[in-house]
């Protein structure tokens, strides 16, 4: 696991470009250092003083300057601790993140204000990525005797999915459908853009609640809190100050109502809430958007219009969706149970502005649940599935036979493996999930889901013209944006117009 801060400058590179050209280079480079670092903490000493301060921007910028670095770090400590964390958004870091498993990646991704960047399993192979060996503990979270011995038998298990994803690669199968059998141990590269204030929230996920749990994300958090130490050690106090608490106390509770048992992905999206009367929520919030009028008011002004136009609410809609910036549309809601797989978890997780919740990775979702790729032959097929009941076996074994807890155990989780997810959108984020993932350039799984969610969507009655501006662009506004990779269907939708 390797993490720096990129996107800010090299001082070793400095150093050694300075070198023979000017005395003292050591010296000069720490005061380069010490000046960076008071200029970042100045931004924040600002946004701390500004909203009671007197003055404008740059004066009350200009106080923060005059004070000392320490001073100002202490100022900022006393607002966090009022609980005016909002000041340190101001503070951005992107990170570079090198071998960390998908396991992470997928936990990262979930901070809905974080950025990422990260290798597509679509378009790399993977052969090689190599894969993350964890320490195997038992309940009470001590190292088990025979931790070598588990370690490579692990070693050994992973070794042969990488052989056999190697092997169907080489048999020509897309790297898209492949990746299904990769354990949710390989390794991944991220670029991640973060504020000061999730790198706070995600330092205390990762090291003080049941996170922690899992060795790699608690390493994971402590590497960011070293990083943190050097960069932005005004929210060191909140992460300190924060118990450690390894237990849920929403898990206690139903583990000792329920116990665990079979249970079955959906076959398909299932729309369980919307906005009711979302059509005319839509249209109404664009004409009191407009002119200001009260409920009531654009209610009776929109009935008027619509009798007498009929066609007046399906233009307005159009002009809603496709000739404005469709702010109507963040004023209805629509929440889905989806069954997905987690090959393509993240092309929806990567959508950050819809809130969605998946299971935690301990304990482990049933492991015979999975999704093969129906673009495989049945020769194929049966080579998958063979290995998803091989991977279940060896789990089952190691977890029986030397009682390894389950948060060591979390890297079995293949790609394939399916999960029920739930989600919550407004129709802005609908729209545009399904504008993309329609597409038929789109992943098939992202496309089957996308298209059971708009099926969802347009069986309801009260949203029949939303429906209508939902889907690819081919359809909803006869344009194609991928050019020459197009794949034809703008030109058959053309023909019967």
């Known amino acids: 696991m390797k993490i720096e801060l990129l996107g800010s400058l090299d001082y070793k590179k400095l150093e050694e470009a300075l070198k023979g050209k000017v005395e003292n280079v050591e010296e000069i480079i720490n005061e380069i250092k010490k000046l960076a670092k008071e200029q970042k903490t100045n931004v924040v000493a600002t946004a701390a003083r500004l909203s009671r301060f ?22 900022i400590k006393r607002v966090i601790g009022m609980g005016h964390d909002s000041i340190t958004d101001h503070d951005y870091f992107v990170f570079g993140i090198e071998n960390v498993s998908a396991l992470i990646e997928q936990m990262i991704i979930a901070e809905r204000f974080s950025s990422f960047t990260i290798k597509s399993r679509r378009e790399v192979d993977f052969t090689n990525a190599g894969f993350y060996i964890p320490n195997f503990h038992d309940e009470n979270g001590i190292i088990i005797s025979n931790n070598n011995q588990v370690k490579e038998e692990y070693q050994n298990h992973m070794k042969s999915l990488f052989q056999n994803y190697g092997q169907f690669v080489n048999q020509n199968m897309k790297l898209e459908d492949a990746r299904f059998i990769l354990p949710y141990c390989y390794y991944s590269n991220i670029i991640m853009g973060i504020d000061a204030h999730t790198l706070k929230d995600m330092i205390i996920k990762f090291t003080k609640t049941k996170y922690a749990k899992i060795e790699e994300l608690r390493i994971f958090g402590e590497r960011l809190k070293e990083i943190a130490k050097e960069s932005c050690e005004y929210i060191l106090d909140e992460i300190d100050k924060t118990p450690l608490n390894l237990e849920d106390g929403v898990d206690e509770f139903l583990n000792s109502n329920l116990q665990r048992g079979d249970y079955q992905v959906l076959d398909r999206p299932k729309l369980l809430n919307h906005t009711e009367n979302t059509d005319d929520v839509i249209l109404m919030s664009a004409l009191m958007r407009r002119y200001q009028y009260n409920h009531l008011e654009a209610k009776i002004v929109l009935e008027k219009l619509s009798k007498n136009n009929p066609e007046f609410k399906q233009i307005l809609m159009r002009k809603i969706a496709f000739e404005s910036d469709r ?23 990567r ?15 049933d492991l015979m649940q999975y999704k093969i790729p129906p673009t495989l032959n049945e020769g194929q097929q049966k080579e998958l599935q063979k290995i998803f009941k091989n991977n279940f076996e060896v789990y089952q074994s190691l977890k ?31 729209r545009h999930i399904l504008e993309l993932r329609m597409c038929n350039k789109a992943q098939w799984e992202t496309r089957a889901m996308a298209n059971g969610m708009y099926q969802e969507v347009s069986k309801q009655k009260d949203a029949e013209l939303f429906s209508s501006v939902l889907g ?9 944006n991928e050019g020459k990779e197009s794949c034809g269907r703008i030109l058959k939708l053309l023909d019967q117009d």
Request: aromatic share 12%; glycine share 4%.
């Open 54 to 75: 007197p003055g404008n921007v740059f004066e009350v910028l200009n106080i923060s300057e005059q004070n000392s670095y320490e001073k100002n770090v202490n100022f």
């Open 400 to 430: 029986e036979q030397y009682h390894i807890r389950e948060e060591d155990l979390v890297y079995f989780t293949l790609s394939g493996n399916m999960c029920n997810i739930l989600t919550n959108m407004n129709g802005w984020d609908l």
């Open 351 to 365: 959508h950050r502005t819809h809130d969605m919740i998946f299971p935690d990775f301990a304990p482990i979702i």
């Open 327 to 349: 702010l109507e549309f963040t004023q209805v809601n629509f929440q889905f149970q989806l069954a997905l797989s987690y090959a393509v978890l993240t092309h929806l997780t």
């Open 472 to 480: 690819p662009t081919c359809v909803t506004q006869r344009v194609c």
